[in-house]
T-cell receptor, first 109, second 117 residues
Framework: AQRVTQPEKLLSVFKGAPVELKCNYSYSGSPELFWYVQYSRQRLQLLLRHISRESIKGFTADLNKGETSFHLKKPFAQEEDSAMYYCALRSYNTDKLIFGTGTRLQVFP | DVKVTQSSRYLVKRTGEKVFLECVQDMDHENMFWYRQDPGLGLRLIYFSYDVKMKEKGDIPEGYSVSREKKERFSLILESASTNQTSMYLC????????????????FGPGTRLTVL
């Protein structure tokens, strides 16, 4: 079965500390992985996708097929990074996304 | 700029009422989605539509129905609202076969927070 697991409901760090939000997936094939972010009182929006291999707002994520992971990382957290983060998977030949349960990131000053 | 709008930001209804949640997008997207967002459960797909008058059940369709009479509009219907349908409802849209196009994402509306008393 296709599944996305985000083991942490809440991650709290101080400003300037490194951040790693974990995401593991279950899928027998070549998945497409995404990170979405929802800032307070804003709509859910795409942060980054693995296929683009991009860095957005200092965040990066590498798809590790051996470990079936797509962890989101940032070397130095900022207070404005505080938000809800969702990892999502799209299987081949479909437009539907499967979301994880989300991780709330709190960055303290 | 993609715009996905939802008819209400907050809605309070009573048990047994019929509830309509409306979603409109202005980007000529073929796909439209309804999710519910609950703490600790993430986003769960209720229904999906890939064309006018076409619909497909998501993971939690029970107690819900949908209507897509026009390409830009996708309605979620709670035939008889119950307290366990109290939630945040998110609408989203995307191009069909988005993976093969440069605009590779779902665009979300601001959400409707529904409370059923």
């Amino acid at each position: 079965a296709q599944r996305v697991t985000q083991p942490e409901k809440l991650l709290s760090v101080f400003k300037g500390a490194p951040v790693e939000l974990k995401c593991n997936y279950s899928y027998s094939g070549s998945p497409e992985l995404f990170w979405y972010v929802q800032y307070s009182r804003q709509r859910l929006q795409l942060l980054l996708r693995h296929i683009s291999r991009e860095s957005i707002k200092g965040f990066t994520a590498d798809l590790n097929k051996g470990e079936t992971s797509f962890h989101l990382k940032k070397p130095f957290a900022q207070e404005e990074d505080s938000a809800m983060y969702y990892c999502a998977l799209r299987s081949y030949n479909t437009d539907k996304l499967i979301f994880g349960t989300g991780t709330r990131l709190q960055v303290f000053p | 700029d993609v715009k996905v709008t939802q008819s209400s930001r907050y809605l309070v209804k009573r048990t047994g009422e019929k509830v309509f949640l409306e979603c409109v997008q202005d980007m000529d997207h073929e796909n439209m989605f309804w999710y519910r967002q609950d703490p600790g459960l993430g986003l769960r797909l209720i229904y999906f539509s890939y064309d006018v008058k076409m619909k497909e059940k998501g993971d939690i369709p029970e107690g819900y129905s949908v209507s897509r009479e026009k390409k830009e509009r996708f309605s979620l219907i709670l035939e008889s609202a119950s307290t366990n349908q109290t939630s945040m409802y998110l609408c989203a849209s995307s191009f069909r076969w988005a993976a093969y196009k440069s605009t590779d994402t779902q665009y979300f509306g601001p959400g409707t927070r529904l409370t059923v008393l």
